[in-house]
């Protein structure tokens, strides 16, 4: 998509030329070999039989089928599975690099107690779950749960246990995936799951989405580039993956999408678009009154010329396709997400060949556990940013699932205070995350290739689809799933939650949608073409005016846009990066001085900065320190800095590698809705 195969071809080949000229990738070949021969814990090379087993990802990022190779049943590489439609063939490189998770020095060996003087000592499985239950009993209903997988019947599992206490602190992690489907049915009153058909769009507009780098169904949207047919133009702050495939780069802050996908509503009412459902006579005044070509040149940023020729561009495609998000996977505001779905509507889309689609939700398999609507409705950023200032209710435990709380949420020193006020955290992290090291308990649970799981329609989706999570290879430490762990301790406060064990409620979710078991433990994906029906559909809601006129929250300390960008090669918060990882970033991504961010030279200048200078970047909670890379792909007034990077803890291939950016993102909260969003965070910049 924008890239064809020739132009392709010619750009790596030229690259290649021009690369291999030189002993440089040859000593880096070389220098990788000698690095990993001396890793300790890399077992030792065996022969034997070799075979392939289909599993799927989950890692706290993309989740698609993937094949693994064995030998002696030992898992040594891992491969895009060509069967599955999430991945047809392709992989990530942190899910390329998982292998080596399995053996990573973070991972923790067994079951783990703080004592009182911060000290860890080893426990049986018997004494933690008998801790876990004696802390869950004497909470009552002050227990609450974060959980960063959004697609596993284990939050089934978890909300069942809150609720039978009597409590309904459940929150996910934040994820664009989260906030839109929020916004989907907590504000525009849809049903199901919404999914963007990428690959069958003739002209996709990405309001933000880095759809080639982190969002979504990544390797299927890496899939669909290639088509000839299809246009795709990236408006956002800087130059991402997904604007380097694209036809255009439109440079657009963050805080200014939603104007633009409203600008661009404008020229389709005036061409006649409608809207059948609920609200269109409110939205169409709104739209004509504030997003004249005048007043949205204004709000966006965009040229009015700019924003007529891609409307004619979209008006004139058969399968024109909006896709609002971040580039950095999450802090999208409401507003922003809303403006983008309402345009699609207006474009007719909906559950349309190439456009946004709406998958049933799966059939709740925990009788008890509250619906996903319900749950995606809490959030756990403005919850822990309330603790941190001694708002609300303090709970006696915390659980966390396939979640790193401590790292991976803006103003991170603010969430860690809220953290601290817990009296009793769980852990279930295989690994020695940030939020593990600070818990009272660690119950390390499997890492996907140890343990049966299962993921249904993940962000990114556009049908219904479910796969599980087959074991690969014994675990490689003594672990539990999080799911039987927590079924053992409901049954231990005599709460019946309907199932016995997780592998049970997994049954039942493949009964409930007509999966057949045996099929799905052999890697198949099971798919429905079913779509949700939209009886109270709207298009209008109050965030919209509320948000329209909003004040930039820059001021003189913080004059410049922050544009995170996340990369799967530096994993996600629950997972670190794969130690081979570190060698994929580039010297002017990250060196033994730290990790450089982005700025154009105009901006460069305006602070007197050059290449290589060391900075501080500060925002309104926190500061972090970086290196200046100067590059035109940025907007002015503009910085660009990684994401991922600036661990504390796990281990020596993650530690101290970079700073943390999540420390200077700022939350503002939405009008009328009252959610967290930082999408828009503003920050200072001074040579150090």
């Not at 989907?184 to 999914?195: L, P």
């Not at 049954?507 to 799905?520: E, T």
Request: hydrophobic share 40%; proline share 6%; charged share 20%.
């Amino acid at each position: 998509m924008g890239l064809d195969r020739r132009g392709f071809l010619q750009f790596v080949i030229g690259g290649a030329v021009g690369t291999l000229a030189t002993p440089v990738p040859w000593k880096l070949i070389d220098d990788s070999s000698i690095w990993t021969q001396n890793w300790p814990w890399i077992p030792k090379l065996k022969y034997g039989a070799e075979g392939t087993v289909k599993t799927t990802v989950k890692l706290g990022g993309p989740e698609y089928g993937i094949a693994v190779n064995t030998v002696d049943g030992r898992p040594v590489t891992a491969q895009g599975d060509p069967d599955h439609p999430l991945s047809q063939g392709g992989i990530d490189p942190l899910a390329a690099g998982s292998l080596q998770l399995l053996y990573s020095p973070a991972r923790v060996k067994g079951p783990m107690h703080k004592a009182e003087d911060g000290s860890w000592s080893a426990i049986s499985w018997k004494d933690a779950e008998a801790l876990l239950a004696e802390k869950l009993k004497g909470a009552g209903d002050k227990v609450a749960a974060i959980s960063g997988d959004e697609t596993s019947t284990s939050n089934e599992i978890l909300a069942g246990l809150l609720a039978a206490v009597g409590s309904d602190e459940f929150y996910f992690m934040p994820s664009d995936g989260l906030s839109t489907q929020r916004t989907w049915t907590g504000f525009m009153n849809g049903e199901g799951r919404v999914g963007y058909d990428i690959e069958n769009a003739d002209f996709v507009l990405s309001l933000g989405a880095d759809l080639m780098a982190n969002w979504g169904a990544v390797i299927k949207n890496q899939k669909a580039f290639g088509q000839e047919d299809a246009f795709l133009f990236y408006c956002g702050p800087a130059q991402t993956k997904t604007a380097s495939v694209a036809q255009g780069w439109i440079p657009v802050e963050s805080k200014a999408m939603g104007h633009l996908a409203l600008g661009l509503a404008y020229y389709c009412i005036q061409a006649g678009a409608t809207f059948k459902g609920e609200g269109f006579n409110a939205f169409k005044a709104f739209v004509e009154r504030e997003y004249l070509p005048a007043k949205a040149e204004f709000k966006s940023g965009v040229g009015r010329n700019v924003l007529a020729l891609l409307a004619e561009k979209m008006l004139a495609a058969k399968r024109p396709l909006a896709v609002p998000g971040t580039m950095a996977g999450e802090g999208a505001g409401s507003f922003e997400l809303m403006a983008g779905m309402a345009l699609n509507l207006l474009l007719g889309n909906l559950n349309a060949k190439g456009g946004m689609q709406a998958v049933p939700e799966a059939p709740q398999v925990i009788p008890g556990a509250p619906k996903m609507a319900a749950l995606r409705r809490k959030d756990v950023v403005s919850t822990l940013q309330d603790l941190a200032k001694g708002r609300g209710a303090v709970p006696d435990v915390l659980l966390v699932h396939e979640a790193n709380p401590a790292y991976g949420l803006p103003q991170a020193e603010e969430g860690r205070k809220a953290l601290e006020k817990i009296p009793f955290v769980v852990s279930f992290s295989p690994f020695m995350d940030e939020t593990a090291a600070m818990a009272d308990l660690i119950l390390p649970a499997p890492l996907y290739l140890e343990r049966q799981d299962d993921s249904y329609s993940p962000f990114g989706a556009t049908e219904g689809l479910y796969s599980l999570c087959t074991p690969v290879v014994e675990p490689q430490a003594d672990v539990k799933p999080a799911g039987d762990v927590v079924l053992a301790a409901a049954a231990a406060l005599d709460i019946d939650l309907g199932a016995g064990s997780y592998e049970e409620a997994l049954k039942a979710k493949a009964k409930a949608l007509g999966a057949k078991w045996r099929s799905l433990t052999r890697g198949e994906a099971w798919r429905s073409t079913k779509r949700s029906s939209q009886p109270a559909l709207r298009i209008w809601h109050e965030l919209l005016p509320a948000s329209a006129d909003q004040e930039s929250n820059s001021n003189g300390n913080f004059p410049l846009a922050l544009a995170a960008q996340d990369d799967l090669r530096a994993g996600t918060a629950s997972s670190g990066a794969a130690p081979l990882a570190l060698k994929t970033l580039r010297a002017d991504e990250l060196d033994g001085n730290g990790m450089y961010v982005r700025l154009n030279g105009e901006t460069a200048r305006r602070y007197k900065l050059a290449d290589g200078d060391a900075v501080e970047i500060t925002g309104a909670y926190g500061s972090i320190r970086a290196q200046v890379k100067i590059f035109e792909g940025v907007m002015p007034k503009t910085v660009a800095v990684p994401q991922g990077l600036g661990h504390t803890a796990w281990d020596a291939f993650n530690k101290g590698k970079g700073d943390n950016v999540f420390k200077v993102f700022t939350v503002r909260r939405e009008p009328v809705t009252g959610l967290a969003t930082w999408n828009d965070s503003r920050v200072g910049i001074a040579k150090i």
